[in-house]
Every structure is written in C-alpha cells, then in structure tokens.
T-cell receptor, first 113, second 113 residues
Framework: EAQVTQNPRYLITVTGKKLTVTCSQN?????MSWYRQDPGLGLRQIYY???????DKGDVPEGYKVSRKEKRNFPLILESPSPNQTSLYFC????????????FGQGTRLTVV | LAKTTQPISMDSYEGQEVNITCSHN???????ITWYQQFPSQGPRFIIQ???TKVTNEVASLFIPADRKSSTLSLPRVSLSDTAVYYC??????????????FGGGTRVLVKP
C-alpha cells in the first residue's frame, strides 16, 4: 500500500531536549516536505527536499533541521525544541517538485513543555 | 500558486449533495485545480484534480467553467463521515522546483444526521 509513515504519532517533550520525527515513503517519490499546522494559521511548509541530498527552507524553517540521505526518508530534527514548536506536524511526498497530488502522513502531535 | 477563496464553513444533512465553490481569478494557463480533504488530526488527502470541464471519480465531481476562474467540488449523498475540511488549491503539476502546496483556510463541512 502506498503510504507516508511518520513516527511518533504523539510526543511530549521538554524544552531543549533534541528530538527527531521520522518520515518514510514507499512510492519512490522525489519530492518530500514537512508542514506544521496550527489553529488559525493553516498548513505552513517548514522544509522541502527535491531529491537525495537536496533540501531547502520553506516558510517557517527556524528551529528545524532536515536531512535527505536516502530517497525514502526525510527526518525532521528539532535540536532544541521550544514551546512555540508545539504543533501538529505532517510529512508529505509527491512524485516530483510542484506536483499537486501529494501524499501526507498521519501527523505527529508534538507538545513541548 | 494562484490565490483561492472558498467559504469558511457549510452545513449539510446526510444524503444531500454538497457543493463547494472555490474562486481563483488569477489562475494561470498551466494551473490545475486540486482538492484535498482533511479529517481532524489527520493529514490532508488528495480527492480530485482537474483542468477544465468536468472530472469525476469515486469520491467526488469537479466542475470547472470555461473561464476557469472558479471551480465547484460536488460531494454526492454525503454521510456523517464526510464531515471534514476541504481545501482548494491551484497550481501547475509540472511546476518549478520548490513549488509548494499552499493551503488556505479551507471549507469546514459539517454533515448532520
């Protein structure tokens, strides 16, 4: 089954404790991205990757890092999480950059206290 | 991506047809119209995409007039499980690298018994 898998689904952590949210897709998609969704602000893109070893900033990249060492994986790293990074995070993939038919993961609800 | 405007919310009843209209006055020649559905705490799910006239799949129909400045998503005979937020997006599926999906506020559809 074609899917984008994120882990964990839920995470509560403390300020400053490094964490990684994993994302994996099994569709051999070139393009992957991370979004955060906050009430009243909608979905905002954090980072995206056009292919292996090619990543770039989205609209709200501050406080986040990503890597793309393999085509299928695109982890999101919070080196020093802060409470304003409490949000619902989604990973997405599509066949190519700009392709408007994207597949989204189930989401990771992160709470930073 | 062209800006879109859609109603904030709509109520309906089980068994009725729901029509959501999206305005996209600045749609470009190569842009397609794409609709996503999002249930609470889940990632958006691609529903349908079209360029002109009418597109139908097992979930919905998409009607696009000749001037393409608007489009209407039609959900036939809705059930309670169709309660969700529906997003209209406009963009070129073969777009430039880094062309991200821009989700507006969406239309919150509530289906009542």
């Amino acid at each position: 089954e074609a899917q984008v898998t994120q882990n964990p689904r839920y995470l509560i952590t403390v300020t400053g404790k490094k964490l990684t949210v994993t994302c994996s897709q099994n569709m051999n998609h070139e393009y992957m991205s991370w979004y955060r969704q906050d009430p009243g602000l909608g979905l905002r893109q954090i980072y995206y990757s056009m292919n292996v070893e090619v990543t770039d900033k989205g609209d709200v990249p501050e406080g986040y890092k990503v890597s793309r060492k393999e085509k299928r994986n695109f982890p999101l790293i919070l080196e020093s999480p802060s409470p304003n990074q409490t949000s619902l995070y989604f990973c997405a993939s599509s066949f190519s950059p700009g392709n408007t038919e994207a597949f989204f993961g189930q989401g990771t609800r992160l709470t930073v206290v | 991506l062209a800006k879109t405007t859609q109603p904030i919310s709509m109520d309906s009843y089980e068994g009725q047809e729901v029509n959501i209209t999206c305005s996209h006055n600045n749609i470009a020649t190569n842009d397609y119209i794409t609709w996503y559905q999002q249930f609470p705490s889940q990632g958006p799910r691609f529903i349908i995409q079209g360029y002109k006239t009418k597109v139908t799949n097992e979930v919905a129909s998409l009607f696009i007039p000749a001037d393409r400045k608007s489009s209407t998503l039609s959900l036939p005979r809705v059930s309670l499980s169709d309660t969700a937020v529906y997003y209209c997006l406009v963009g070129d599926p073969r777009g430039a690298a880094g062309n991200k999906l821009t989700f507006g506020g969406g239309t919150r559809v509530l289906v009542k018994p």
